[in-house]
């Protein structure tokens, strides 16, 4: 009969299972003779199996009951609060995202933090190959090691950032159910968990098998089922929000029933059109700010000035379609065996595979489309008005072409195609890894070796509707079949039917990895002032990996809605030689109860990048039992992934902002000075003399993306200094401290658009000018850079900081408290050499993206009094400010917000043991119901008005749930 470990859960539930193994406290020193008699336990970060709890690296470290606690079902959900992490893709992932879920280190990036799963690689998905961390058995997790720091000596390729090490129960004897279910207040998004695991020993103790099942589901909630994520909101520095519409051009000027664009430099007369009655209602004397060349098409199909401002603005509102949690399907089945034939030969085996099903969900298929009809097109019955104000605009009216004596008219129509439903993207991932080895004891005394290998493999299916075929929409307008004017709803079944397109894109990556270990101690590398000899361990490594992204041919220039996809396939493998060693210098010495060394180096051979190399060398000192310091430095790499190796020139519109631009460009977010500067900048540009600030009238600039060109492998440098401090006289207490520094002088990355813009206008950087290309008039018209090229500097620096206090009340129960937390004094990148250098620690949005916080912590406090366990979390994230202030003088004056204060949220957990055997638990996250912070500015906010992945946009959620173990 299985019954509850207390210890374990109390111990876990402070600060939700944090134990900075790294900088634990010291331990006892073995003083028994010869290896057999020390009990070894193997950490994250190294693999000697060390006599005490300890790494070279810093560790944080989450156990299953303070998971289970807190109704971790998403084990992302819970890791993004740590500290040492910056949200990734999770399932707020809406848009940009693609329904997986990622983790990223130090905010360096998903591809720059190695995911393990029982100290072993997992496969990727996609030709990025990162992990998504959907697919890891949650309901198995014994617990989850972070490693902060790099530790490519160790696990080889992608620990720059640190790693990530899942540990699962992979020797159970019993059974266990759990259930749960966790609600909001304010309704919607529910998440219901249900697993069973079943595990026996059998030969007498000396075999264990274990089979898991799980179920998750996560419904979905829209941003229209929040007050403020509801609208779009335009901060406009008025004192209020704009209720509905966005900044970007692409968005407001696509509204359902189409706006008439009349051209960059053409307005439309609309006194000539005999409308300008119509203009003056709506525009003359109204609080309201009109576009003249803009005319949009209303309910009753009638040609209207388009209010682009104000609070009767046309903007259209996309937020009521948008996902704020993506719905999720999730089925996970994992089952291990392991038998002792004898101490020489152990098998062992595993097998997983999962199914992830979620949703992603856009507002309909906004398009800008470019027809030339004659005046007796059908599409202009009933419709006088729209015909005059073409007629009367030169930028449309092609007058007579073809002798036929009917005008023609050459005309850009934006529209958001409602009648076309939303575009939905529906992700469909199956994981399967199929893996064993043998392990035991070698004939040599104390040494061991450990033989595995796997067969791991994703198939991920997308299938993406309410997409629109330009030639086929056109073919229809040309026909007179397609009522554009007649507006929102005109088209009909027959249109539709005819010019939508369904695409799907099939992504599949394959993994083969093999991995064999000794490990031993070497009596004659003793030092005579240390009891224990040098340990090492010797190992060799084969894997090969595989990524495929197929889009079918749907996904095509042709087509408008989801993005335009290209097909990727590559394959590499790599052959790796490593060694680890730890060598004691002092054991039980004066001032020196313990120092050491420790060295770790890996050498590897990759058919696409060549030899790489990578070293890490360390010492820990324990002056007394009370302290314990360590110091280390590594050298990290990261090979490039498939999609950065194999990819092929593309083209794209993103948004951008030209500083020597009006309208929707950023002259007006420049102080005086900048001002000044940047006009002579742009013309050196080529922007005629006297014609700054030219006019932007569309957000999204042409952009040629080329690709790789002779990569290499990412180097970074990572420096890691830790100290830790137990009291003998006050026993239950660490406080510990850790220094980190990584720094990337090659990373595999590329420029934003926008990032080339500013480099040129604003700093007068050459060879960003030479990037650009403007039309006659000054407007930029196109950009052409390599998108992926070692060339891109990374920086992290800071400190991370924390106790743990557990101590005994007597009649009072045992409590503990903790805190980890960290502050960061660095976070910045430097895209490229033609780009200058941007901080993102304390700062959001634009390209820093989510918030880096300078201050940023995770604290708890816990009871347990008899059968009872309650917990408090208090998560803290720091104050942020709008990243573009740093570079746009006036923009903090012209904004209501570009500053996010600082932000508290604090959980209350319970547990109560019914009987020895059945667990009920439950609780209230986000108790205080504290409301995200809203930045209305567009762009710059990643989804819903906020950083839904930094800032909790579900408020007051209770969950209730059951375990019961036999």
Same mark, same amino acid.
């Given at each position: 009969?299985?019954?509850?470990?207390?210890?374990?859960?109390?111990?876990?539930?402070?600060?939700?299972?944090?134990?900075?193994?790294?900088?634990?406290?010291?331990?006892?020193?073995?003083?028994?003779?010869?290896?057999?008699?020390?009990?070894?336990?193997?950490?994250?970060?190294?693999?000697?199996?060390?006599?005490?709890?300890?790494?070279?690296?810093?560790?944080?470290?989450?156990?299953?009951?303070?998971?289970?606690?807190?109704?971790?079902?998403?084990?992302?959900?819970?890791?993004?609060?740590?500290?040492?992490?910056?949200?990734?893709?999770?399932?707020?992932?809406?848009?940009?995202?693609?329904?997986?879920?990622?983790?990223?280190?130090?905010?360096?990036?998903?591809?720059?933090?190695?995911?393990?799963?029982?100290?072993?690689?997992?496969?990727?998905?996609?030709?990025?190959?990162?992990?998504?961390?959907?697919?890891?058995?949650?309901?198995?997790?014994?617990?989850?090691?972070?490693?902060?720091?790099?530790?490519?000596?160790?696990?080889?390729?992608?620990?720059?950032?640190?790693?990530?090490?899942?540990?699962?129960?992979?020797?159970?004897?019993?059974?266990?159910?759990?259930?749960?279910?966790?609600?909001?207040?304010?309704?919607?998004?529910?998440?219901?968990?249900?697993?069973?695991?079943?595990?026996?020993?059998?030969?007498?103790?000396?075999?264990?098998?274990?089979?898991?099942?799980?179920?998750?589901?996560?419904?979905?909630?829209?941003?229209?089922?929040?007050?403020?994520?509801?609208?779009?909101?335009?901060?406009?520095?008025?004192?209020?929000?704009?209720?509905?519409?966005?900044?970007?051009?692409?968005?407001?000027?696509?509204?359902?029933?189409?706006?008439?664009?009349?051209?960059?430099?053409?307005?439309?007369?609309?006194?000539?059109?005999?409308?300008?009655?119509?203009?003056?209602?709506?525009?003359?004397?109204?609080?309201?700010?009109?576009?003249?060349?803009?005319?949009?098409?209303?309910?009753?199909?009638?040609?209207?000035?388009?209010?682009?401002?104000?609070?009767?603005?046309?903007?259209?509102?996309?937020?009521?379609?948008?996902?704020?949690?993506?719905?999720?399907?999730?089925?996970?089945?994992?089952?291990?065996?392991?038998?002792?034939?004898?101490?020489?030969?152990?098998?062992?085996?595993?097998?997983?595979?999962?199914?992830?099903?979620?949703?992603?969900?856009?507002?309909?298929?906004?398009?800008?489309?470019?027809?030339?009809?004659?005046?007796?097109?059908?599409?202009?019955?009933?419709?006088?008005?729209?015909?005059?104000?073409?007629?009367?605009?030169?930028?449309?009216?092609?007058?007579?072409?073809?002798?036929?004596?009917?005008?023609?008219?050459?005309?850009?129509?934006?529209?958001?195609?409602?009648?076309?439903?939303?575009?939905?993207?529906?992700?469909?991932?199956?994981?399967?890894?199929?893996?064993?080895?043998?392990?035991?004891?070698?004939?040599?005394?104390?040494?061991?070796?450990?033989?595995?290998?796997?067969?791991?493999?994703?198939?991920?299916?997308?299938?993406?509707?309410?997409?629109?075929?330009?030639?086929?929409?056109?073919?229809?307008? /040309?026909?007179?079949?397609?009522? =554009?004017? &007649? +507006?929102?709803? $005109?088209?009909?079944?027959?249109?539709? @039917? #005819?010019?939508? %397109?369904?695409?799907?894109?099939?992504?599949?990556?394959?993994?083969?990895?093999?991995?064999?270990?000794?490990?031993?101690?070497?009596?004659?590398?003793?030092?005579?002032?240390?009891?224990?000899?040098?340990?090492?361990?010797?190992?060799?490594?084969?894997?090969?990996?595989?990524?495929?992204?197929?889009?079918?041919?749907?996904?095509?220039?042709?087509?408008?809605?989801?993005?335009?996809?290209?097909?990727?396939?590559?394959?590499?493998?790599?052959?790796?030689?490593?060694? /680890?060693?730890?060598?004691?210098? =002092?054991? &039980? +010495?004066?001032? $020196?109860?313990?120092?050491?060394?420790? @060295? #770790?180096?890996? %050498?590897?051979?990759?058919?696409?990048?060549?030899?790489?190399?990578?070293?890490?060398?360390?010492?820990?000192?324990?002056?007394?039992?009370?302290?314990?310091?360590?110091?280390?430095?590594?050298?990290?790499?990261?090979?490039?992934?498939?999609?950065?190796?194999?990819?092929?020139?593309?083209?794209?519109?993103?948004?951008?902002?030209?500083?020597?631009?009006?309208?929707?460009?950023?002259?007006?977010?420049?102080?005086?000075?900048?001002?000044?500067?940047?006009?002579?900048?742009?013309?050196?540009?080529?922007?005629?003399? &006297?014609?700054?600030?030219?006019?932007?009238?569309?957000?999204?600039?042409?952009?040629?993306?080329?690709?790789?060109?002779?990569?290499?492998?990412?180097?970074?440098?990572?420096?890691?200094?830790?100290?830790?401090?137990?009291?003998?006289?006050?026993?239950?207490?660490?406080?510990?401290?850790?220094?980190?520094?990584?720094?990337?002088?090659?990373?595999?990355?590329?420029?934003?658009?926008?990032?080339?813009?500013?480099?040129?206008?604003?700093?007068?950087?050459?060879?960003?000018?030479?990037?650009?290309?403007?039309?006659?008039?000054?407007?930029?018209?196109?950009?052409?850079?390599?998108?992926?090229?070692?060339?891109?500097?990374?920086?992290?620096?800071?400190?991370?900081?924390?106790?743990?206090?557990?101590?005994?009340?007597?009649?009072?129960?045992?409590?503990?408290?903790?805190?980890?937390?960290?502050?960061?004094?660095?976070?910045?990148?430097?895209?490229?050499?033609?780009?200058?250098?941007?901080?993102?620690?304390?700062?959001?949005?634009?390209?820093?993206?989510?918030?880096?916080?300078?201050?940023?912590?995770?604290?708890?406090?816990?009871?347990?009094?008899?059968?009872?366990?309650?917990?408090?979390?208090?998560?803290?994230?720091?104050?942020?400010?709008?990243?573009?202030?740093?570079?746009?003088?006036?923009?903090?004056?012209?904004?209501?917000?570009?500053?996010?204060?600082?932000?508290?949220?604090?959980?209350?957990?319970?547990?109560?043991?019914?009987?020895?055997?059945?667990?009920?638990?439950?609780?209230?996250?986000?108790?205080?119901?504290?409301?995200?912070?809203?930045?209305?500015?567009?762009?710059?906010?990643?989804?819903?008005?906020?950083?839904?992945?930094?800032?909790?946009?579900?408020?007051?959620?209770?969950?209730?749930?059951?375990?019961?173990?036999?």
């Amino acid at each position: 009969m299985k019954k509850w470990n207390r210890e374990a859960l109390l111990r876990t539930s402070v600060l939700a299972g944090f134990v900075a193994a790294g900088a634990a406290a010291a331990p006892a020193i073995a003083q028994e003779e010869g290896a057999a008699q020390r009990e070894t336990i193997q950490v994250t970060g190294s693999r000697i199996a060390r006599p005490d709890a300890t790494a070279p690296s810093p560790i944080v470290s989450v156990d299953a009951p303070a998971l289970e606690v807190n109704n971790t079902i998403n084990i992302e959900d819970y890791l993004n609060d740590l500290p040492q992490l910056i949200p990734g893709f999770d399932a707020t992932s809406n848009n940009p995202g693609n329904g997986t879920a990622n983790l990223s280190l130090r905010g360096l990036g998903a591809g720059r933090t190695l995911v393990l799963l029982d100290g072993r690689r997992m496969v990727s998905e996609g030709a990025g190959q990162t992990v998504n961390i959907n697919t890891v058995p949650a309901a198995l997790i014994e617990r989850v090691d972070v490693v902060t720091g790099g530790a490519s000596a160790v696990y080889g390729s992608d620990a720059v950032a640190g790693v990530v090490n899942f540990i699962l129960r992979t020797d159970f004897e019993g059974v266990e159910l759990d259930t749960s279910h966790r609600w909001s207040e304010q309704g919607g998004g529910s998440n219901t968990s249900i697993s069973a695991t079943i595990g026996g020993n059998f030969a007498d103790g000396r075999g264990n098998a274990v089979l898991n099942m799980s179920y998750n589901r996560r419904e979905e909630l829209f941003q229209g089922d929040r007050e403020f994520s509801r609208n779009t909101l335009i901060d406009n520095g008025s004192g209020t929000f704009g209720t509905t519409g966005s900044v970007l051009i692409e968005e407001t000027l696509f509204a359902p029933g189409g706006v008439l664009i009349g051209g960059p430099f053409a307005n439309f007369d609309w006194a000539a059109a005999g409308l300008q009655d119509r203009f003056d209602d709506r525009c003359v004397g109204t609080p309201d700010t009109c576009w003249a060349f803009a005319a949009r098409i209303d309910a009753n199909g009638l040609a209207q000035p388009f209010r682009t401002s104000g609070p009767n603005n046309d903007r259209y509102n996309y937020a009521p379609d948008n996902y704020l949690q993506l719905p999720q399907e999730r089925y996970n089945f994992a089952a291990f065996a392991n038998y002792e034939i004898n101490r020489h030969f152990e098998v062992y085996g595993r097998a997983m595979y999962s199914n992830v099903i979620v949703d992603s969900q856009l507002a309909p298929t906004p398009a800008a489309l470019r027809f030339t009809v004659s005046e007796d097109n059908a599409i202009f019955d009933g419709h006088a008005d729209v015909l005059e104000l073409m007629r009367t605009n030169p930028a449309i009216n092609l007058g007579d072409t073809n002798g036929d004596g009917l005008e023609e008219f050459q005309f850009d129509i934006g529209r958001r195609f409602t009648e076309f439903g939303p575009r939905n993207s529906l992700r469909d991932t199956h994981a399967m890894l199929v893996g064993g080895g043998v392990r035991g004891d070698l004939f040599l005394s104390g040494w061991t070796y450990d033989v595995y290998a796997h067969f791991a493999r994703t198939r991920a299916d997308q299938i993406q509707t309410g997409n629109l075929s330009v030639s086929a929409f056109t073919a229809e307008v /040309e026909a007179g079949r397609a009522l =554009i004017f &007649g +507006g929102p709803g $005109a088209l009909t079944d027959d249109v539709v @039917a #005819a010019a939508t %397109r369904t695409g799907a894109i099939f992504e599949t990556n394959e993994q083969v990895q093999f991995v064999a270990t000794t490990q031993g101690e070497i009596e004659q590398f003793r030092f005579g002032t240390a009891n224990t000899p040098l340990q090492v361990v010797l190992g060799v490594e084969y894997r090969e990996e595989f990524s495929r992204r197929q889009p079918d041919s749907v996904l095509g220039p042709d087509v408008r809605g989801f993005n335009q996809s290209t097909f990727i396939e590559g394959r590499f493998d790599v052959y790796e030689f490593f060694a /680890e060693g730890v060598l004691p210098v =002092i054991e &039980g +010495g004066t001032f $020196a109860e313990y120092l050491g060394l420790n @060295a #770790a180096y890996r %050498r590897s051979n990759y058919t696409t990048v060549g030899n790489t190399d990578t070293f890490a060398i360390g010492a820990e000192w324990i002056p007394v039992s009370d302290v314990r310091f360590r110091a280390q430095f590594q050298r990290a790499v990261r090979a490039p992934s498939v999609s950065q190796l194999f990819q092929t020139d593309t083209n794209g519109f993103p948004g951008v902002s030209d500083p020597c631009a009006s309208g929707l460009g950023a002259w007006g977010n420049l102080s005086s000075a900048q001002q000044a500067t940047v006009e002579a900048n742009c013309v050196a540009n080529g922007v005629p003399m &006297g014609a700054v600030p030219v006019a932007q009238v569309n957000s999204q600039v042409e952009t040629i993306f080329r690709g790789a060109r002779d990569l290499e492998a990412e180097e970074a440098d990572t420096i890691t200094l830790g100290v830790s401090y137990s009291p003998s006289f006050l026993p239950g207490l660490t406080v510990r401290a850790d220094y980190y520094d990584i720094e990337i002088g090659n990373a595999l990355s590329g420029p934003s658009a926008q990032e080339v813009v500013n480099a040129c206008t604003l700093f007068g950087v050459q060879a960003a000018c030479d990037l650009l290309v403007r039309g006659g008039g000054g407007t930029l018209t196109l950009i052409d850079f390599l998108s992926t090229e070692n060339q891109t500097g990374l920086f992290v620096r800071g400190i991370d900081y924390g106790f743990d206090y557990i101590f005994d009340a007597g009649d009072m129960g045992t409590f503990a408290l903790g805190l980890n937390a960290t502050w960061t004094d660095t976070s910045s990148f430097q895209s490229s050499p033609q780009t200058t250098r941007i901080e993102c620690a304390g700062f959001y949005g634009a390209d820093c993206g989510q918030p880096t916080p300078v201050h940023k912590w995770l604290a708890s406090a816990s009871w347990m009094y008899g059968p009872l366990t309650a917990n408090v979390r208090w998560t803290h994230v720091g104050e942020v400010t709008d990243t573009l202030t740093q570079f746009y003088g006036a923009r903090a004056d012209q904004l209501d917000v570009t500053h996010i204060g600082s932000i508290d949220y604090f959980d209350l957990n319970l547990s109560y043991d019914f009987t020895d055997n059945v667990r009920f638990y439950g609780g209230v996250r986000n108790m205080f119901d504290q409301s995200p912070p809203i930045v209305g500015d567009g762009p710059q906010s990643q989804q819903a008005n906020t950083w839904p992945a930094t800032y909790d946009p579900f408020g007051r959620q209770f969950f209730l749930g059951v375990t019961a173990r036999y």
